[in-house]
C-alpha cells in the first residue's frame, strides 16, 4: 500500500484541477496531454521496463479508437462495452503482433521497424476498407449523457481519463513489485543473462506486450468518445506513435511517472511553440525533436532520472555536511 | 597411467559411478564448416567438483552452451537426473535445476546488486519479500553483503564475478556451471572465492566448471576432464591428467611431452 502513495497523492492533486479552473482551454489541454500519457504509459510498460522498442504503437491506439467508434456507430453498441471491447481487442492485437515477432527472435532495431510496419500497414488498409468509413473517417453520434459516456462539461471528461491514467499508474507500479516486472527488467537489460536464471524471455515480453497494447488501445478508446471522429491518419498515423514513445522516454522509460511527467512537458511545450510561432504545420514535431535531443544528450534517463540524481547528489552533500559538522 | 578416452569410444559410466547428475554422451557442435565440439562424453558426478579444461578454442564454452541449453547440438544426447534434456531451452533446464554463469560477465548493469540477485532467486520464490530475502542471503553467502545497494556497473571484476556467481545460485541450482570464474582475479582474489566454491560442493551443489587457473583446478576438482579441438583427450583426477602426455601435447604443441619427460623422469 506504501508503494501506491505517491500516485494516489498524485491523482487527488491532479482531481482538484478542474475545482479551481474553469477555463475549457486549460481543461481541453489537459484532457489531451492526459490522454497521451495514457497511451505513452502503454509504451512505457514494453518500451521502458523491456527495453523493447515499438515505432508502432499507434497498431494499438487506431485499433482500440476503430473499435470503439465502430461498435457504437455501426452496430449501435452502447459506449461503455464498447470501450472494453475496444481495449480487448487492442491487447488481443498486441498477442498476435507478439508472438509473430518475438517468436522470430526479432530484437531492438528489427523489432521496431516491424512494430511500424504493421501500424503503417493497417493505416493503409483502413483508408480503404468500407467499415472504417476509409478515407472519410467515422463520425460518431453526438449524444451527451453519461450512459452513452460523453459529458456536456469538460471536467467530466477529465476526470475519466484521469481515472484511466490512475489505473495505468497503478499498473505499472504493481508490475515494477512482481516477479513478472522484475523479469521483464532483467529481459530489457541483458536477455541471456535472464534466460539463464530461469526467465522465459519470450513469455514475459508477449505478457508486456499484451498489457502495453492495452492500456495503448484505451488511449484509442478515450479518444473519439472525446472528439467523436476518428481517420486512419489519426488512428495509425505514425504522430501517435512518436508521442507515446516521446513521452516516456522524454519522463524517464522505466519509471512508473515518466509518462505523465514527458507528456506535460512536451504537449506544454508543444503548445507554447504554437503561440509563439502560430500553428505552422509540423511545428509540434520540430519541437519534439529539439527536446528529444536535448534529453538524449543531456538526461539519458529522463527527467525523472535528473530529478533522481540531483536528489541523490543533495543528500551526499548533505551527509558530506553533517559528517564535517 | 591415466585412462586416456578416445574421441569416438563411448565410455561405460554405469561400471564406474552410479547414476551421475549429469552425462554428456557423443555431443557434436558443427558451426557450418567448423567442428566445434567432436563426439564429446563426459560425466559429472552428484556432489563434486568436476573440472573441464582445454587450450583456447578448444570448444569448452561451447559445451557448456550446448549442456546450459543456449546451443542446440548437431548431435548427441544430454542427460540430467536420468532424462533426456538434449535441446530443452535456458529457462526450463535452469528451472530443472542447472544454473550457469558466463565467461564474459553479464551483470543486469542498470540494476543494483541487490535487484540483479533477486531476478535469480523469484525463479524459486514467486513473492517479493521471500524473494528479497532468499537474495540477501546469497548476497551476503558470497561476500556482496556490504554492497547489496550499489549499481552493478560500479562493481570491480572481482565484484561481477562473484555477482555472476551469486545470480546463480539465487536459482538454488542442483548442478552448477561456472565459466572460468576465476579468470582475471589476482591470486588474493582467488584464495577468497575459492573457499566460497568447496563450500557449495559441501552444501550438495554439484559443479562442473571451466578453468584455466591450474593451481585451482587442482585444489578444488575432484576429477578432470581435457578437451583439445573438439575431442575429451584425457581424464583422470587432476594429478593423472597433469602427467598425462596427450594433455601436455595439446597445452605446449607436439613432441613437448618428449622434451619435457626428462625432467619428469628425474
Redesign the interface.
Known sequence: MRALAPIAAVVMALAAVPLLVNSNVVLNFLVVTLMIALAGQGWNILGGYGGQYSFGHAAFFGTGAYVNAILQVRYGVNAWPGFAAGIAVGAALGGIIGVLTFRSGLRGSYFALVTLAFAEVLRIVASVAPITGAGVGTLMKLDLRAQAMQFQSRAAFYWLILALVAASLVIARLIERSRFGVWLIAVRENEDAAKALGVNAAHVKLGAMVVSAAITAAAGCFYVQYFLFIDSGIAYGTRISIEALLTPIIGGAGTVFGPLVGALVVQALGEGAKLVAGDAPGLSLIVYGCILVLVIAFAPHGLIGLIDGARRRLSRVAKLGAAHG | MAPVVACRASPNWGLRMAEPLLSVDRVSCRFSGLLAVNAASLIVPAGRVTALIGPNGAGKTTLFAII?G?QRPSDGVVRYQGETVTGL????L??RGI??T?QIV??????SVR?NI???A??RH?K?AE?LAAADIVGCEVGLGDILDRSADTLTVAGRKRLELA??L??EPKLLLLDEVLAGLNPTEIRDIAPIIRGLCARGISILMIEHVMQAVMSLSQHVFVLAEGCIIAEGTPAEVAANRAVVEAYLGHGAAKKLGGAHDR
Not at chain 2, 553479464?106 to 540494476?111: I, K
Request: aromatic share 10%; glycine share 6%.
Open positions: 546450459s543456449f531451452p535456458p529457462h526450463e535452469a528451472r544454473a550457469r558466463f553479464q551483470p543486469f548493469a542498470g540494476l535487484e533477486l531476478v535469480g523469484h525463479l514467486a517479493r524473494a545470480r546463480a539465487a536459482t
